[in-house]
């Protein structure tokens, strides 16, 4: 009997001793992971004067970056965290979509994703982090408000870090020692992806749910389109409808197919070439079903050229007069941008070092493809005196070919 009893508490000091340890253990995993990203927010944001003498440009500091072993997002999650939503522009015209879900790449989302990763941003994977995205942009499309929401590092404390209620407008003077956000991140994206800004939000926030509202621009040549019938054709758009028939079905996963359309306007830029004006159309609703806007713009097209009256709108509209969607070419996605997403009193904030920083590039980005355009326009003056040579050829032959004709005919010629 004393022998059980001796062994029961040889068995009970063992378990005592696993606990021990298994605490001991995740305590060094703790210091270990706040060890490694303090190293590597050091070498993203502060870097001493002997380190910004030896970086020399964005590109070798990025392959530094690159060159950084891997990390666990899950011992991450002994850090403080805190929700955010972040503001995000890309230029679609590379990516195969916003979301990672088609398992084409690259995408938006997959690029964001390698980019919180690389700054030790990222609090658990994917799921873990209560991700959320405002919408899934087609491939080519382009946006300058996207919105996404998820947890990430944060070096405020938890109850500091998650105190707002929702739709609390928090000043920027209010974030006193927390992550810059917006510059980290931009440091790492590719060019055609940025971080706009950030703002703290509150855990019941979701990007797409907590959304009011969305605005879709869409750009295109005036050329001879007739813009009062295009006009008075997308303003029968406006208010709810059923637009099953300004969509591509999904009826695995949509079954209602309302939507509420608020704004329609069509206006036009700045932006002139070789005398033709570039116009805009502005569309803002509640939300939008797949590819909604393309198909819209497509009818208003076919509407500009006089192929159909403004008033296919309203036979489109009417599900009982057009039960079935008719055949006919979407709007090219390379136009579209998603141009902002509407939130209640949520404001984007961003620091004065990491917004210098973003309008330089954005201008650099500008006057890159102002020089390739410039460049594609000398290659259409090279091409003119060819084309006009060509053209006088061609118009010398047709003039030779008559002639020949012509002396190949018979004469009639009458005699007395």
């Not at 995993?29 to 706040?34: E, M, R």
């Not at 060019?191 to 605005?215: K, M, Q, T, Y």
């Not at 009982?320 to 984007?348: G, H």
Request: glycine letters at 6%; hydrophobic letters at 35%.
């Amino acid at each position: 009997m004393a022998t059980q009893l001796n062994d029961i508490d040889y068995i009970a000091s063992l378990q005592a001793r696993v606990k021990e340890l298994e605490a001991e253990n995740a305590k060094l995993l703790s210091q270990l992971a706040d060890c490694q990203s303090h190293e590597m927010e050091k070498k993203l944001l502060g870097p001493d004067e002997k380190v910004k003498e030896s970086i020399k440009g964005n590109r070798k500091s990025k392959e530094k970056i690159e060159k950084l072993q891997g990390y666990n997002t899950r011992l991450m999650s002994h850090h403080n965290k805190r929700y955010v939503a972040l503001k995000v522009m890309y230029f679609g015209k590379r990516f195969y979509g916003f979301a990672s879900e088609a398992q084409m790449e690259p995408t938006v989302e997959s690029e964001i994703f390698k980019a919180l990763e690389k700054t030790r941003l990222l609090v658990g994977d994917k799921k873990e982090s209560q991700y959320s995205r405002c919408g899934r942009t087609d491939k080519g499309v382009s946006s300058v408000g996207q919105v996404i929401a998820l947890f990430l590092r944060s070096n405020l404390k938890m109850a500091e870090a998650n105190n707002g209620s929702y739709g609390e407008t928090v000043l920027e003077e209010q974030q006193e020692g927390e992550i810059d956000y917006v510059r980290v991140l931009n440091r790492v994206l590719p060019n055609d992806i940025r971080i706009l800004g950030w703002c703290p939000v509150p855990v019941d926030f979701h990007a797409r749910f907590s959304c009011l509202s969305r605005e879709y621009k869409y750009f295109f040549w005036k050329e001879n389109l007739n813009i009062p019938a295009m006009e008075s054709a997308g303003m029968k758009l406006v208010g709810e409808h059923d637009f099953r028939n300004f969509c591509k079905m999904d009826a695995a996963n949509v079954h209602n197919y309302r939507r509420h359309i608020t704004t329609f306007e069509i206006s036009p830029t700045d932006v002139r070439y070789d005398g033709n004006q570039l116009w805009v159309i502005k569309i803002r609703g509640s939300a939008f079903l797949w590819h909604q806007v393309r198909c819209m713009v497509a009818v208003l097209f076919l509407v500009g050229k006089g192929l159909e009256s403004p008033n296919v709108v309203d036979m489109l509209l009417d599900t009982n007069w057009t039960p079935r969607k008719p055949q006919y070419i979407m709007a090219s996605e390379v136009p579209l941008v998603l141009q902002s997403c509407e939130f209640e009193d949520i404001k984007f904030m961003c620091s004065s070092d990491a917004g210098e920083s973003l309008r330089v590039h954005l201008v650099n980005e500008c006057q890159t493809y102002q020089l390739q355009a410039a460049i594609f326009h000398e290659a259409l003056l090279s091409c003119v005196p060819l084309l006009q040579g060509a053209a006088n050829t061609s118009k010398l032959a047709a003039n030779s070919r008559i002639q020949e004709d012509s002396l190949s005919c018979p004469s009639y010629v009458t005699t007395n």
